[in-house]
């Protein structure tokens, strides 16, 4: 994370002067995300970052819970020259194509497109599966995991619970020098990634297995209820767009 976070924040301070309004050229229903994603906190508690020289961390990781990247939030809240420096970063070092969830990923990836970045990026952006609930339905529908083609059972929720370990340092790092500050998240993260990586084979093994169970215990529920209910081939993903267009 030291050696990450320096990187990163270099690279960020190409994208200070760079950030994008995040209301400009979307349709309604991504709109009604950013509207709520901006009114998530009042103005008194927003300009309460100005107080602090770092105000937290921003973490990119992997499915497996590995640590790709890591930056200081410099006297703000997570702005969009974070997640914008950081997937610079990964797009450079991580080739092919890539599945990303993101908060305000629906926004997100109608940001990225009018950015440099965009152009390397191959990527499909959804939200996580505990944060998109927040989303309205139609957003739901186009970015919410359990809608999307090769999300799998994965929630997308893995920096949350990084977070929650990091949590830990808060009390030691409150007072702590930049240097010293640095130093404790970089210990608590090495230790974070030398954990899953020894236990990187039970995570697979039981992803793969909860799959397979999936699988087999709900084929014959599902041939059921296809009969019962005279449901064909490809109607779910017809009812989905339906609806979809619906709302819109």
């Known amino acids: 994370?030291?050696?990450?976070?320096?990187?990163?924040?270099?690279?960020?301070?190409?994208?200070?002067?760079?950030?994008?309004?995040?209301?400009?050229?979307?349709?309604?229903?991504?709109?009604?995300?950013?509207?709520r994603w901006?009114?998530?906190?009042?103005?008194?508690?927003?300009?309460?970052?100005?107080?602090?020289?770092?105000?937290g961390i921003f973490l990119a990781c992997c499915r497996h819970?590995?640590?790709?990247?890591?930056?200081?939030?410099?006297?703000?809240?997570?702005?969009?020259?974070?997640?914008?420096?950081?997937?610079?970063?990964?797009?450079?070092?991580?080739?092919?194509?890539?599945?990303?969830?993101?908060?305000?990923?629906?926004?997100?990836?109608?940001?990225?497109?009018?950015?440099?970045?965009g152009k390397q990026l191959d990527a499909q952006f959804v939200v996580p599966a505990m944060h998109g609930y927040a989303h309205n339905r139609p957003c739901q529908l186009k970015h919410h995991p359990k809608y999307?083609?090769?999300a799998g059972i994965e929630d997308f929720e893995t920096c949350e619970r990084t977070f929650s370990l990091t949590n830990h340092c808060t009390s030691i790092t409150r007072l702590a020098t930049a240097y010293h500050r640095h130093q404790i998240i970089d210990m608590q993260l090495r230790q974070c990634d030398s954990?899953?990586?020894?236990?990187?084979?039970?995570?697979?093994?039981?992803n793969y297995t909860q799959a397979l169970k999936i699988v087999d215990e709900y084929r014959d529920i599902f041939s059921q209820v296809y009969n019962l209910q005279h449901i064909k081939s490809g109607d779910f993903e017809t009812w989905q767009k339906e609806e979809g267009d619906y709302l819109s």
Request: aromatic content about 6%.
């Open 38 to 55: 901006k009114a998530n906190a009042d103005d008194s508690k927003k300009g309460m970052f100005n107080c602090f020289e770092e105000s």
């Open 65 to 117: 819970g590995l640590i790709l990247i890591g930056c200081d939030m410099v006297a703000s809240g997570e702005l969009l020259k974070y997640p914008l420096a950081v997937l610079s970063h990964i797009s450079q070092k991580i080739p092919g194509r890539k599945m990303i969830g993101y908060d305000i990923g629906c926004v997100f990836k109608k940001t990225i497109t009018r950015t440099s970045i």
């Open 1 to 35: 994370m030291q050696r990450a976070a320096g990187e990163a924040q270099e690279e960020i301070g190409e994208w200070v002067t760079k950030n994008v309004d995040i209301g400009q050229g979307l349709d309604g229903v991504i709109s009604i995300c950013v509207e």
């Open 148 to 150: 999307v083609l090769g």
């Open 195 to 206: 954990d899953k990586y020894a236990s990187l084979g039970n995570f697979m093994l039981n």
